[in-house]
């Protein structure tokens, strides 16, 4: 994904969902960009799960400063879990990070040419790792791959915005959402698409769209 890329799919949204129009008209552009520090993202989508942007931003911080900005697999499996829940993470996340690094050295998932896989070829590889599971592969396509086309059909704050957006009754279900997404068109932008509707969930710009 590139600029133009970016701008192409937003127009496209735009032209096509009125709604998500207005919140484009409201808010800064979607500013995506991809990268390759692929472990890093993982351990912050890892440690993040479950918790407000607030905390997990703080926790990662806390977590990534212990390894002076460079938590390699070695590292973090030769901490003792003590060690590793002192630092903000859940005994649950704990587990998780150990087994992401593990594999990571025994080479039973792989980063190498992974942006040249397809977005399923993706998900069955992280898949895994304990703790990741098909939202934290989506994060990972949507914000550090950049993938165009990802819709997070299961994330609460992707369901809220598209519940308060187009006036439904209540939260939608996946196939809910992924109706509205084909009526408004977003497909091949459904990750542009989502960014924005995350964006909505900020109360100035919804109720000004409502």
């Known amino acids: 994904m590139n600029s133009n890329q970016i701008t192409k ?5 735009y032209n096509n969902d009125i709604k998500i129009a207005r ?3 409201l808010t800064e552009k979607c500013n995506l960009k991809p990268h390759s520090k692929y472990y890093y993202s993982l351990l912050k989508a890892i440690v993040g799960q479950q918790l407000s942007v607030k905390a997990a931003t703080s926790i990662n911080k806390k977590f990534f400063l ?31 990070v150990k087994d992401l690094s593990q594999k990571v050295i025994n080479k039973e998932i792989s980063f190498r040419n992974l942006n040249k896989k ?13 703790g990741i599971g098909i939202w934290t592969a989506n994060m990972f396509l949507m914000f550090t791959l950049c993938r165009l086309n990802v819709l997070p059909v299961n994330d609460l704050g992707i369901r809220n915005a598209v519940k308060k957006l187009y006036c439904l009754k209540k939260l939608p279900n996946e196939k809910r959402i992924i109706s509205i997404s084909k009526k408004y068109g977003w497909e091949p932008y ?4 989502s960014w ?6 900020d109360t100035q710009i919804i109720n000004f769209v409502l």
């Open 196 to 201: 924005y509707l995350w964006a909505s969930l």
């Open 9 to 13: 799919g937003i127009k496209h949204i």
């Open 66 to 96: 212990y390894f002076n900005g460079k938590p390699l697999p070695q590292s973090i499996l030769g901490k003792s879990d003590l060690t590793l829940r002192n630092l903000g993470l859940s005994w649950a996340k704990v587990k998780y």
């Open 23 to 25: 919140i484009i008209d």
């Open 118 to 130: 397809t977005d399923q070829e993706i998900i069955d590889e992280l898949i895994k790792v304990k």
């Open 190 to 193: 459904c990750s542009i698409a």
